[in-house]
């Protein structure tokens, strides 16, 4: 190998082994915390520096090593998990001032945030085992941040033998699909099922796959420990929440080619992530504390972003993976804001809704919904997805029982009917953007989809 092929080599590999490094030397003190955070965000900038120039000008201009490929995707993801990780640790080091153990903290921050951002790159099974076990890892000593809460000692427990287990069959889906390609290189993969199909052994690998996915994303049967861990610091629950069980989302799109060829892997992921969305969607509506319905709603949100890759609705379900990280980013670290609001919400009352405009709603946000699909000429997503939409903001336009000083029904409903054109207008103009993504939506697994949803529905009202 040339000089010029081992440089570009070791500038894409040098900025995660000088973020370990320097982790390394935070958990010993060996470095003034704010100094090493300061130098971490500079190296994940230049990684993702790196993991542009290969998406835009070509491999070639910036070849990175074997067993890492940056997509357009990974790359959005990238920028996205560095912003959410500086903001996470600039309030971290409000949140935690005084705090003993300081360093311990960033250090495993630190790791967390490198291992995604290689999670992000993986192009080869050995990569992608080996990054998302370094999350978990890394994420055990920030659950455990707290040693005298013991509630939340027990359910950082119960997560450790998730991702062993998800380890596991992750693992097994490796060796599995390892042997019928004779590569670990997932490039390798696609290509082999584009050429041949799937065999026995890798729709093994696909199921084994979809429940070390189900294990990682804390769907029901196995959301237990998602719940029991909110005792963990307020920036770790937002890191949790907005970042690592994301994840799943992500490599079930980085999958969608073993997805698209294996019914049975596609089928358990849609009964999983439907019945988690509905169930958890429920339950959330029951919590009181301001962190446990939080955590209720990352299961129910992660329950429709797996459905929706079951479904082959990848862009939406990236979208969703952006939207709901934000999200959920703000949500946490603004708890306290939220619980002020809900009081103030409680001391002026909550008015009965109009059992008209409960049946009216869903017809009238359905007819929007698909009118502007038509109108648009965009073919984002089926018919069946619309109506989906539909129902989701339909809440939308439910009316208040009408009190004295109330807007009219009419203003209501106009000013109802306008978020829901807006909400529309922009999923369509964001199901455009450019990250690399082809759709292939199952046409009768949608139906069942909308039928579920429908009940789901039904249940709110």
Not at 250 to 258: E, N
Not at 362 to 374: D, E, I, K, Q, R
Request: overall charge neutral.
């Amino acid at each position: 190998m040339s000089v010029s092929e081992i440089l570009p080599t070791a500038g894409a590999l040098a900025p995660i082994s000088l973020m370990l490094a320097a982790a390394g030397l935070a958990r010993v003190g060996a470095v003034p915390t704010d100094w090493l955070w300061r130098g971490l965000q500079v190296l994940s900038w230049t990684a993702l520096l790196c993991a542009g120039v290969s998406v835009w000008l070509g491999p070639d201009a910036l070849p990175l090593p074997v067993g890492l490929q940056a997509t357009t995707l990974g790359l959005v993801l990238g920028v996205l998990v560095q912003l959410l990780g500086t903001v996470i640790g600039a309030f971290s080091a409000r949140y935690l001032q005084g705090e003993p153990g300081q360093r311990r903290y960033v250090a495993s921050l630190a790791i967390v945030l490198a291992a995604v951002q290689l999670l992000l790159v993986a192009d080869h099974w050995v990569v992608l085992v080996a990054a998302w076990a370094a999350v978990g890892a890394a994420l055990q000593p920030l659950l455990c941040f707290y040693p005298d809460r013991a509630f939340a000692q027990l359910a950082a427990h119960k997560k450790r033998i998730a991702d062993r287990v998800a380890d596991g069959l992750l693992l097994c889906a490796a060796a599995l699909a390892w042997l019928e390609v004779g590569s670990g290189s997932l490039s390798a993969l696609w290509a082999h099922i584009d050429r041949e199909g799937l065999s026995v052994a890798l729709q093994c690998s696909a199921v084994a796959l979809v429940l070390a996915v189900v294990l990682r994303t804390a769907l029901l049967p196995v959301h237990g420990w998602l719940i029991q861990v909110m005792e963990a610091p307020t920036p770790v629950s937002a890191l949790l929440h907005a970042g690592v069980v994301n994840l799943g989302g992500f490599v079930l799109i980085r999958f969608a080619p073993l997805l698209e060829a294996a019914p049975l892997a596609r089928t358990l992921l849609l009964v999983f992530g439907l019945s988690t969305a509905v169930l958890a969607g429920m339950v959330m509506l029951t919590r009181v504390s301001i962190k446990v319905r939080l955590a209720w709603s990352t299961v129910a949100q992660m329950g429709f972003m797996v459905a929706e890759c079951a479904l082959g609705l990848y862009q939406l379900a990236a979208l969703h993976l952006i939207g709901h990280s934000l999200y959920k980013a703000h949500a946490f670290l603004t708890a306290s804001s939220v619980v002020r609001q809900t009081r103030w919400q409680d001391l002026l009352g909550r008015a009965d809704i109009r059992p008209a405009s409960l049946a009216a709603a869903p017809l009238l946000t359905v007819g929007t919904v698909l009118a502007l699909s038509w109108l648009s000429g965009l073919e984002a997503w089926p018919w069946w997805w619309s109506v989906v939409l539909g129902l989701a903001w339909a809440p939308l336009l439910w009316l208040p029982k009408a009190a004295p000083d109330s807007p009219s029904c009419a203003a209501q409903s106009a000013a109802g009917l306008l978020m829901v054109t807006g909400l529309t207008g922009a999923a369509l103009l964001l199901h455009m953007l450019p990250l690399g993504l082809a759709d292939a939506p199952q046409q009768a697994s949608g139906v069942a989809a909308l039928l579920v949803l429908a009940a789901l529905y039904l249940g709110l009202v």
